[in-house]
C-alpha cells in the first residue's frame, strides 16, 4: 500500500469477513475507479515487461554491433592477405618487412583449420597443433618462450576470427606439439598450471 488506502482495504475485509460472503456463493465484482489501480499484480507485471522489452532492445543492439565488427574483422584478414601476397612478392627479406609479416600474423588466419576441412579426433587436432605452432611463433619469443595456455587459447581465437575454438580443442592441439616438429611443447607443472 505505497499510495494509501490501507485503512480502506481492511475495512472491506472486516466486513466480508463479518458478513462470511463466502458462505453466500458467487459475489458480483463492482467496478469502482479505485485509487490504487496500478499497484500489486498489475504493477509488477507492468515492471516485468518493461524489463524484458528493455532488455530485448540491449540484447538486439549488442548483436548488431557484434555483426558490424564481425564485418569489419573480416575486412582487415582480407587486406592482411593481400599485403602479405604482395610482400612475399618482394624478393628481399629486411628487418621491417620480416616485422610486417609477423605483425600481419598476428591479425589474424586467413584459412584457418576447422572440422568440416580437417576431419575429427588426432588429425584434426594435429592439424590446430601445426597452425597453432605457426601463429605462435613471434608472440612466443616476445613472451620469453612460455605461454600459459589460457592466453594461449585467447590469442589464438582473437587470430581466427569468427572461426572460434573450444579450450579443450586448444589444450588437445597443445598436447600434439613436439619441439622437433613445431619448435615447441606443452608442459604442465605439478600445481596443474599448463604452459
Not at 532492445?57 to 584478414?77: C, G, P, Q, W, Y
Not at 600459459?148 to 589444450?171: F, K, M, Q, T, W
Request: charged share 25%; glycine share 10%.
Amino acid at each position: 500500500f505505497v499510495k494509501g488506502g490501507h485503512q480502506r482495504a481492511h475495512g472491506i475485509l472486516n466486513g466480508c469477513l463479518e458478513e462470511k460472503r463466502w458462505e453466500k456463493g458467487v459475489i458480483a465484482v463492482q467496478n469502482q475507479p479505485s485509487s490504487l489501480m496500478g499497484g500489486g499484480l498489475v504493477r509488477i507485471e507492468r515492471q516485468i515487461e518493461s524489463s524484458r522489452i528493455d532488455a530485448d532492445r540491449t540484447i538486439n543492439s549488442a548483436f548488431k554491433d557484434i555483426d558490424a565488427l564481425m564485418e569489419k574483422a573480416k575486412d582487415m584478414v582480407s587486406l592482411a592477405e593481400r599485403i602479405s601476397i604482395k610482400l612475399s612478392d618482394v624478393k628481399t627479406e629486411g628487418d621491417e618487412t620480416i616485422a610486417l609479416k609477423s605483425h600481419l600474423l598476428s591479425i589474424g588466419i586467413s584459412n584457418p583449420v576447422t572440422r568440416e576441412t580437417h576431419g575429427t579426433g588426432t588429425t584434426y587436432h594435429k592439424s590446430l597443433g601445426t597452425e597453432l605452432s605457426r601463429m605462435l611463433q613471434v608472440p612466443l619469443k616476445e613472451c620469453g618462450g612460455v605461454m600459459s595456455v589460457s592466453e594461449v587459447y585467447c590469442r589464438y581465437n582473437r587470430a581466427r576470427g569468427i572461426e572460434l575454438v573450444s579450450p579443450e580443442d586448444v589444450v588437445n592441439a597443445c598436447k600434439t606439439l613436439t619441439p622437433e616438429q613445431h619448435g615447441m611443447e606443452l608442459k604442465k607443472f605439478s600445481s596443474g598450471v599448463l604452459v
